[in-house]
DNA sequence: CCGATGACTCTGC
DNA sequence: CGCAGAGCCATCG
């Protein structure tokens, strides 16, 4: 589906959502609940990850960019999805270990906190 | 209309 | 850490 014909057909709280999943910074992580959160729609998380599901890859979306509220994929391991994310995390400085990253070091949140607060 | 199914999350044991 | 149960709710058969 093209992309524009796709953008027009979401709703407003979709939208949303997928400007979120957009300013999600490089080398940095969120999970779909906290992406839901911030579109104003608490408790979702669901609908964030169908949206990923069905969003065309014309989109371009930074898609490995969320993470389960665990800090794992979504993926079950074997998928090759699985191995995608992670090769493109770690493409751009996010590690994990053992398939389960650090919020506490890549999460976006952590980028908020040391504007507010500074490093350390 | 109903039950099943998810790129989910939280609580409780 | 693991597992079950309960919310969540748009989609689909």
């Known amino acids: 589906m093209p992309k524009s014909v796709f953008i027009s057909a979401l709703s407003l709280e979709q939208r949303k959502i997928v400007k979120i999943i957009l300013s999600i910074p490089r080398?940095?992580?969120t999970s779909?609940?906290?992406i839901a959160a911030r579109a104003g729609l608490p408790g979702r998380a669901r609908l964030v990850?169908?949206?990923l599901r069905i969003a065309p890859d014309a989109l371009k979306l930074p898609w490995h960019r969320v993470l389960r509220a665990d800090g794992q994929t979504a993926f079950?391991?074997?998928d090759p999805a699985f191995d995608e994310q992670l090769r493109r995390l770690l493409a751009e400085g996010v590690e994990h270990?053992?398939?389960k990253i650090d919020f506490a070091r890549f999460g976006w949140q952590r980028d908020l906190d040391e504007q507010l607060w500074g490093p350390r």
């Open 97 to 99: 270990k053992n398939g």
């Open 27 to 29: 080398g940095r992580v």
């Open 49 to 51: 990850g169908r949206l």
């Open 32 to 34: 779909y609940g906290q």
């Open 76 to 78: 079950p391991a074997g």
